[in-house]
Structures are given as C-alpha cells and as structure tokens.
C-alpha cells in the first residue's frame, strides 16, 4: 500500500514539466513514432524526412546493425542475414509459423520462441524487435531534444500473453519504459474520436502487414469502451503478396527457388499490390540470379480472383466480434480502417458491402495506429491532467486451466473489460495429496491441445488431507496491458504459489538480463548515474505527491500521524539530495509506508465523493 | 482499500440493493468509478501505488460484471440474503422445464447435423425470449415477493439456459467460419 496520487480533473496532484512521451507503432512491415507537439499528434520523419520505417534488419559483416531502408535495400542479396516482419514470430515456436518453409531463414527452433540464425549469432524476434526499437528510438529523441520518459507502443488487439509479454521485452532491451501496451485497433479509433469528437459505435478493421485486427469500441462522453474485439494473428498484406508470388512461380513454372530469388520474387509482388492500388494492372519484372528473366502482367481482375478468398476470410472475425458485443451490422456509426492493406480496392469494397456504408479513411492508414498511441502516451505520462478520457480495454482471448482428460476450463471468458481477476476453488482428488500442478491456458477451444499453453505451476506443501477437503483458490489477474499472472492459495492452511506467466516463450528474466547487459556493452552509458537519476526522480515525485496530498487531506492525519509523515518527508527529501542511490529507495520507501494509512483514508474520501457524482475540484 | 472489501457491490455503485436496477445508472456510476482508479491514471506514479490501482479497478469491475449481467445480480443478491443457489448440487428440476430442456437439445442436434443456420438461428431468438421470461420472474420473485428460494430455482433454470444460448451459439459460429 502506498500513497495514491489522485489526479482530478483541473487539478493536477503534482505540477510538473511537459514530460516527453511518444506512441510507437511497431509494426510487421513498417514501424513508427509520434509524438504529441503544442497539442496535436505528429508522427516524426526521420533525418531525410521519411515518416515509415520499415520494419527490417540486417546484421552486417562488420558487426553493425542496419535497420529499416538501408537494411531493406539489402533484403534480396543478404536474405538470411536481413530479417523482414519479426513481429509475426513474436513469441511463436516454429511449429506457430506455418509459413516456415517458405521464407528464406534459418530457423532455430528454441523452447517456446523461435530464432533465426545470423552472422551475428541466433537472434529471437525480441532482439530483432528491440533493434527497431532502438532506432526509434533514437529518431524520436534525436527529434524531441531529449529522453523519452515513456512510450505506449501498440500490438494488435488479438496478440495473446506470449506475444505481448515479448513486446514488452523487445523494450526493455531497448531502453524504453512502456507505460502501457494499446491495442493497434483501440490506437485508430482514439486517433479518429479526438479528431471527429463523436460519439456511438465503431468498428475497426485494421489489415496490417501480418495480423488482422477487429475492434468493435462504444465512445461515451470520453470513454473509450472496447465492446469486443477478434481477429486473426496470421493473416495480413503479406498473404497478399505471397498469392502474387505463387501465382509468378506457377505462370512462369518455377520452383525451388534460392532465398535471394525469394526475397527478389516477394518484393516485386509486394510492388505489385502497391500499384493496383490505383492502377488496373501491373507489369511485374524480375531477372533472376541464374539469368533467366520473368515478366508478367497482373490485372486487378486476376488480383481479386487469386486473393478473393483472403478478403472472405478477412470478413469472419467482423462477425464473431459483432456476436461478441451483441449488437447488429446496423448498430455501427462508422468503419475505421487502418493498416497499408486497406488501400487493397477489393478490401474497402468488402468492408464498405458488409456494412452497408463507405469506410472512414480520410485519416493516413499506415499513421492513425502510431497517432492514437501518442496521443494515449501523452495523457499516461500526465501531460494532460485536465482532461477526462479513459480507455476501457477487454482480454481478447479466454484464459483458463487444464482439467481432467485434457479439457479446458474457462476462468475469464474473452471481451471482459481489464483490469480483471477471478478466483476459483479446486480440490485434491487423491487421499494425502500434498502438491498440484496448476496448467495455464490462452484460447477459445475446449481441447488443452488446441490453445496456447501460458505456463505451468506447481503448488506443493498442501497438507495431506482426504480426497476433497483441501480446498485450492487460483486467483488470476489480468493488468491493463493484457498481462496474466496466477496465484494459488491453499484456503485452510494459507500455502502460497505464484507464477508470472513470463517465462512461458522460453525466455526467462536471466535471459533477458544477459541480452540487456550484451546490448548495453555496446553503449557508452553509465548504469549507475541513470540508476541514481531514476530513483532520485521516482522518490521526487512521491515527495511531491505526499506535499499536494498533505495540502488537500492534512485533515485526515491526527497529530502524531502527520508528525510521522513529516520526519519520513525529510528524510526523503535528504537522501534525494545526496547520490547514494540505495539510500534514495529506501527513504522513498520508507515515505511510502508512512503514508499507507492516509492513502487509504483518501482513496476512501475520493470514491465517496465520486458517487455523489462530485469531484475534488468542484468541491 | 477497506472501503471496497467491506461494501457490498451495490453500495460500491450507490444502488439500491434490490434485483430491478437502472441499466443506465449503473453504466454511469461504474465509468466514474473506474475513471476514478483506473491504473492508467497512475501510469508515471511509482509500482506501489500502481498494484493498489490495478486491485480497486479490477475489484470496480467485478462488481460491474456482477451486476450488469441479471442471473449474476440475482445470484449475488441471494448469496447477500444468505441463500445458496445450489447449481452445482442441486439437480431437481420440475418436470415440464425438463422436457422443454429435452426438445431443445434434440433441435439443436438436428440443426446442427443438418447444417441449418436458420434453425439455429429461430433456436436462439426461441432462448432468449424464455430468458428474457425468467429474468422478470426474477424481479417478481425476488423484489416483490421476496420469495428467495424460487428465485434460486429461476437462477437454476436461467443457469440452463446460458448453457445451452452458448452452445447454440458456438454451433451457428462452426457453421459461419
């Protein structure tokens, strides 16, 4: 329990500068970062002015690390050394990506999360990710004039707890501090209400590189509520490509193509698409590395034929998220698009038929994700107290255990809004059982081998008692990233288990501490300054948070209370003062403790005030 | 915060604890409440104060969720007055409510054998509206007659249903995808 900084609206708890926040859209082709500047969102373009960087990365021979178009420029000569859309193999094993034998990577199949085999070494699609990061990175502080306090970076709404948890990961090994992970639909569609103020239901149909994202979002004086959300995390603008390139090799009988010719064929079929965009047919040319030269034309109408059933597909989840949220086609004020592969005509045609209405698509669909997100980083890095909006998130997939014969057992049923927990009782099943092995599961299908297996724990030291008296509490919780962790809790004897369901891609806190600490070997920063700095800042804000809570609630502390919180004040306020970073948590900590019953007591009065439908700064 | 683990979830949103609540009125409460504790609101404060928010939110919605969904307010309103609803034990059912169970499933076999959306479909509207017909039994029940006991065999009866609107569901959804 620590001291609760309650913002109110028109009154911040503690005044402070602008802090500096961006929304990054880490995209499966191409990645970007915005920021919030005098009030409206802007993405910022790198130094040549380029707003999109592709999201490639090549390890070179000299030891650098090319990211983006330098790296793309490269694909088709380097391609096991040049890794295209790492986020589709985001905390995914090798048997997750169907496409494996496809593309042109040496895949290493590691516990949990696939890697691909570089001159430089097995890198996990965390560490490619985190290279993007980087570059990001550095783009928005190159740009902002100084250290981003926090990002909010976007996955898509249908990413399950592995997927996010290697978001989250990806950066920390880039230095960044997420203040939340934002579904990339959720992102649009706050990027589109600021702009258009509207109010009613949404749909969101977002068609990225790799992942398909439906949202379905109620907007009610500023909030932001998801109604459901679905979507399919293996089908984007990629699959289109690949349909062009197996219709290339099959009109011009090729097969057995090296990974260069891959690479090659791919791009072309990915310039292809580009161009029916607006054109009705492209001239598609490619001479291979053995001489031998393909040129072929496609037309939109063979384009549509070889694609129809992507765009089908693409229309199911639209309808398992209108089931989801209960409501009709006809319920839906207006279609958001958002991802490169929305400019497909076919998809706008599909989407624009199913509804009934043309799609909303006068916002940039490849920026609207990456805008939305600055604008949310903004708000959570408290540059906006004054205004009143919140986001209201659902899990997007159910999470449950294993059961006897290999069966699940729903715990939190999709679309329920986070943060969430639920706690259900368990039993033993065999006379004097002493330990219990507690399986953990991610998706909608009843079979334990259909869904995603998060993570397995074992609660030992139960007390030998008859079959069924010991009684088990699994409690899970669910944070506003979408993040799970489990407890369990034997009820009459009070044994404790917990796991964090991180470690379940295979990639445990060790193993990230040595990527953090081979990274930062490469960089000239001094841990221990930034360590000092960020306690110092961390208990400055708890200082001043403690002060303003003290100015509005002093009433609420006796005399010997506030004298308490007084001395443990001061003695904060001097160890900030000095540079013994350990002597600045542990005052902060100690301030924090002091506070626990006046927070408590406050959080009382605050609620009680919100049900009387008042706030602090009317009051 | 001892606030919230003392108060019952309908003093938490101000509402009367009865089953007949304001949909509205709930909506509303619970948005300021969950503005009000939302850890968003404390995205840049230390992971302390952080965890505290995360515990007031998820419990605001708990209570949300308990509330909104009528067979839930009934269950927790006599879980309130002391009365146990017995669905995992209690199995007695009288005999009509059973053989209408019974017709049900057979319809829902048959359409799903015979890929029938439309059957499915007529199925499901067939289920909401017996829902809709228990749940202000419900009300007359538990709010006029303070009869308790028949409101936790209309909670049985409604907990069937749930089942079975799922199941019928899940089949139109294997038939669309």
């Given at each position: 329990?620590?001291?609760?900084?309650?913002?109110?609206?028109?009154?911040?708890?503690?005044?402070?500068?602008?802090?500096?926040?961006?929304?990054i859209d880490l995209g499966t082709t191409n990645s970007l970062v915005?920021?919030?500047?005098?009030?409206?969102?802007?993405v910022l373009p790198d130094s040549e002015g380029r707003s999109l960087l592709p999201s490639v990365v090549r390890y070179l021979e000299d030891g650098r690390v090319a990211v983006g178009y330098a790296a793309q420029a490269e694909q088709s000569h380097d391609p096991h050394n040049t890794i295209v859309s790492a986020k589709r193999f985001m905390g995914r094993?090798l048997?997750?990506i169907?496409e494996a034998p496809t593309l042109p990577y040496r895949f290493v199949d590691a516990?949990?999360m696939v890697g691909v085999q570089t001159r430089a070494g097995c890198k996990s699609p965390v560490e490619v990710s985190a290279e993007i990061l980087k570059a990001l990175r550095a783009r928005a502080e190159a740009s902002?004039?100084?250290?981003?306090?926090?990002v909010?970076i976007t996955?898509?709404?249908?990413?399950?707890?592995?997927q996010?948890?290697a978001t989250?990961d990806a950066a920390r090994l880039a230095g960044l501090?997420?203040?939340?992970?934002?579904?990339?639909?959720?992102?649009?569609?706050?990027?589109?209400?600021?702009?258009?103020?509207?109010?009613?239901?949404?749909?969101?149909?977002?068609?990225g590189g790799g992942t398909?994202?439906?949202?379905?979002?109620?907007?009610?004086?500023?909030?932001?509520?998801?109604?459901?959300?679905?979507?399919?995390?293996?089908?984007g603008g990629d699959d289109?490509d690949h349909?062009i390139y197996?219709?290339?090799?099959?009109?011009?009988?090729?097969?057995?193509l090296s990974a260069q010719d891959t690479r090659l064929l791919l791009t072309r079929a990915r310039e292809a698409k580009e161009?029916?965009?607006?054109?009705?047919?492209?001239?598609?040319?490619a001479i291979l590395a053995?001489?031998?030269?393909?040129?072929?034309?496609?037309?939109?109408?063979?384009?549509?034929?070889?694609?129809?059933?992507?765009?089908?597909?693409?229309?199911?989840?639209?309808?398992?998220?209108?089931?989801?949220?209960?409501?009709?086609?006809?319920?839906?004020?207006?279609?958001?698009?958002?991802?490169g592969a929305?400019?497909?005509?076919?998809?706008?045609?599909?989407?624009?038929?199913?509804?009934?209405?043309?799609?909303?698509?006068?916002?940039?669909?490849d920026?609207?994700?990456a805008?939305?997100?600055?604008?949310?980083?903004?708000?959570?890095?408290?540059?906006?107290?004054?205004?009143?909006?919140?986001?209201?998130?659902?899990?997007?997939?159910?999470?449950?255990?294993?059961?006897?014969?290999?069966?699940?057992?729903?715990?939190?049923?999709?679309?329920?809004?986070?943060?969430?927990?639920?706690?259900?009782?368990?039993?033993?099943?065999?006379?004097?059982?002493?330990?219990?092995?507690?399986?953990?599961?991610?998706?909608?299908?009843?079979?334990?081998?259909?869904?995603?297996?998060?993570?397995?724990?074992?609660?030992?030291?139960?007390?030998?008692?008859?079959?069924?008296?010991?009684?088990?509490?699994?409690?899970?919780?669910?944070?506003?990233?979408?993040?799970?962790?489990?407890?369990?809790?034997?009820?009459?004897?009070?044994?404790?288990?917990?796991?964090?369901?991180?470690?379940?891609?295979?990639l445990?806190?060790?193993a990230i501490?040595t990527m953090l600490a081979d990274s930062l070997a490469n960089v000239q920063d001094?841990?221990?300054?930034?360590?000092?700095?960020?306690?110092?800042?961390?208990?400055?804000?708890?200082?001043?948070?403690?002060?303003?809570?003290?100015?509005?609630?002093?009433?609420?502390?006796?005399?010997?209370?506030?004298?308490?919180?007084?001395?443990?004040?001061?003695?904060?306020?001097?160890?900030?003062?000095?540079?013994?970073?350990?002597?600045?948590?542990?005052?902060?900590?100690?301030?924090?403790?002091?506070?626990?019953?006046?927070?408590?007591?406050?959080?009382?009065?605050?609620?009680?005030?919100?049900?009387?439908?008042?706030?602090?700064?009317?009051? | 915060?001892?606030?919230?683990?003392?108060?019952?979830?309908?003093?938490?949103?101000?509402?009367?604890?009865?089953?007949?609540?304001?949909?509205?009125?709930?909506?509303?409460?619970?948005?300021?409440?969950?503005?009000?504790?939302?850890?968003?609101?404390?995205?840049?404060?230390?992971?302390?104060?952080?965890?505290?928010?995360?515990?007031?939110?998820?419990?605001?919605?708990?209570?949300?969720?308990?509330?909104?969904?009528?067979?839930?307010?009934?269950?927790?309103?006599?879980?309130?007055?002391?009365?146990?609803?017995?669905?995992?034990?209690?199995?007695?059912?009288?005999?009509?409510?059973?053989?209408?169970?019974?017709?049900?499933?057979?319809?829902?076999?048959?359409?799903?054998?015979?890929?029938?959306?439309?059957?499915?479909?007529?199925?499901?509207?067939?289920?909401?509206?017996?829902?809709?017909?228990?749940?202000?039994?419900?009300?007359?029940?538990?709010?006029?007659?303070?009869?308790?006991?028949?409101?936790?065999?209309?909670?049985?009866?409604?907990?069937?249903?749930?089942?079975?609107?799922?199941?019928?569901?899940?089949?139109?959804?294997?038939?669309?995808?």
């Open positions: 329990m620590a001291l609760l900084q309650i913002a109110e609206p028109g009154l911040s708890a503690a005044p402070h500068q602008h802090r500096l926040a961006a929304g915005a920021t919030v500047r005098s009030g409206s969102a802007t094993s048997a997750d169907s516990p949990g902002l004039g100084g250290e981003l306090t926090g909010v996955v898509p709404a249908y990413f399950d707890d592995a996010r948890q989250k501090s997420v203040l939340r992970l934002l579904n990339e639909p959720t992102a649009a569609a706050i990027a589109y209400g600021l702009d258009n103020g509207a109010e009613g239901t949404y749909a969101v149909y977002d068609l398909l994202d439906v949202s379905i979002l109620r907007l009610t004086r500023g909030v932001f509520e998801v109604l459901s959300t679905s979507g399919d995390a293996s089908l289109f349909r197996c219709w290339l090799l099959a009109e011009s009988g090729l097969s057995g161009h029916l965009t607006d054109h009705s047919s492209a001239r598609i040319t053995d001489g031998q030269a393909v040129d072929l034309t496609l037309t939109q109408e063979t384009f549509n034929q070889i694609t129809r059933t992507l765009v089908d597909k693409t229309m199911l989840p639209m309808r398992k998220a209108l089931r989801d949220a209960r409501i009709e086609r006809t319920d839906i004020r207006g279609v958001v698009m958002v991802g929305t400019r497909i005509p076919a998809i706008q045609k599909a989407v624009g038929d199913f509804f009934d209405q043309p799609p909303l698509t006068n916002l940039d669909p920026k609207v994700v805008l939305g997100a600055a604008i949310q980083a903004n708000v959570l890095a408290g540059n906006k107290a004054g205004d009143d909006w919140l986001l209201l998130d659902v899990n997007p997939l159910s999470l449950g255990l294993e059961t006897m014969g290999g069966l699940t057992e729903k715990i939190i049923p999709r679309n329920t809004t986070l943060p969430v927990a639920r706690a259900q009782e368990f039993t033993t099943f065999k006379d004097g059982q002493t330990a219990m092995s507690i399986h953990v599961l991610q998706g909608e299908r009843e079979l334990v081998a259909d869904c995603r297996s998060l993570g397995r724990f074992v609660l030992s030291g139960i007390p030998p008692m008859v079959a069924g008296a010991a009684r088990i509490r699994i409690t899970f919780q669910i944070d506003a990233d979408g993040l799970l962790s489990v407890s369990a809790r034997e009820q009459t004897t009070g044994v404790e288990a917990s796991i964090q369901i991180k470690p379940s891609y295979g445990t806190d060790e501490s001094d841990i221990q300054a930034r360590k000092l700095r960020e306690a110092v800042v961390d208990a400055e804000s708890l200082i001043e948070a403690t002060r303003a809570a003290l100015a509005s609630d002093g009433d609420l502390l006796d005399q010997s209370e506030r004298a308490r919180v007084d001395a443990a004040l001061e003695a904060a306020e001097r160890a900030a003062a000095g540079e013994d970073t350990r002597a600045v948590n542990e005052a902060a900590a100690a301030l924090s403790r002091a506070t626990d019953p006046f927070a408590e007591r406050r959080m009382d009065r605050n609620i009680q005030r919100a049900l009387k439908g008042h706030n602090i700064a009317e009051l | 915060m001892n606030l919230d683990l003392k108060q019952d979830f309908f003093a938490l949103f101000a509402l009367p604890r009865r089953y007949a609540i304001d949909a509205v009125t709930l909506d509303t409460a619970w948005r300021a409440l969950a503005a009000e504790v939302h850890p968003d609101r404390f995205a840049s404060a230390p992971d302390a104060e952080r965890r505290d928010a995360l515990m007031l939110a998820t419990r605001v919605n708990e209570a949300y969720q308990t509330l909104r969904k009528p067979v839930n307010r009934a269950r927790y309103l006599l879980q309130l007055a002391g009365v146990d609803t017995q669905e995992e034990t209690n199995t007695r059912m009288p005999v009509d409510f059973l053989m209408a169970q019974l017709a049900w499933r057979e319809t829902l076999e048959a359409a799903r054998e015979a890929s029938d959306i439309d059957a499915l479909e007529a199925l499901l509207s067939e289920i909401r509206a017996d829902t809709r017909e228990l749940e202000a039994a419900l009300e007359d029940a538990i709010d006029t007659r303070g009869e308790l006991e028949e409101g936790a065999l209309l909670v049985r009866k409604l907990r069937f249903l749930e089942k079975i609107e799922q199941e019928t569901g899940d089949a139109i959804e294997a038939l669309l995808y």
